[in-house]
């Protein structure tokens, strides 16, 4: 298992309403090839929705100082979501992998939406549940080498 494959996507109907429900607070931005959306260490401004294309999301090594790859996510996914709802900097940099487009919904508003919209609560934990399920299954198969 690769770190790549290990991440659960959400179900498409979920990623659908998702969408739907940020849709009129996000400001749509596209990002070419190679541009960072946010560094490993900075505070979360807001969360970005993927429209479209791929990001990797990339984090220091302690040992060597350089990026690691962590994995690549695509359409139907929130970055910085983690970071927003801890209140935590952000655990690893985000840059498009191909040319994509986000919509990005300031910390506030997001927070904001999560306390007026259960469903979207609903939807978000289990994305962080799926996250945290593929870092035990990473964790399993390094642990297997």
Known sequence: MTLDTAVAPIRPHAATSVAEALEPFETVEAWP???LLFRE???PNGVYYVHSGEVD?????????GA????TVDAGQILGLTSVV?????DCSATARSACIT???PKER??????EKPALWLTVLRMISANIN???????ALSAR
């Open 41 to 43: 260490g900075t505070q």
């Open 33 to 35: 090839s190679g541009k």
């Open 57 to 65: 999301l990339c984090f220091s090594s302690p040992k060597t100082g």
């Open 134 to 140: 593929a870092c035990w299954d990473c964790m399993r």
């Open 103 to 105: 919509g990005f919904i």
């Open 110 to 115: 997001f927070l904001t939406l999560l306390d």
């Open 68 to 71: 690691k790859s962590l994995l």
């Open 86 to 90: 801890s209140g935590r900097p952000h």
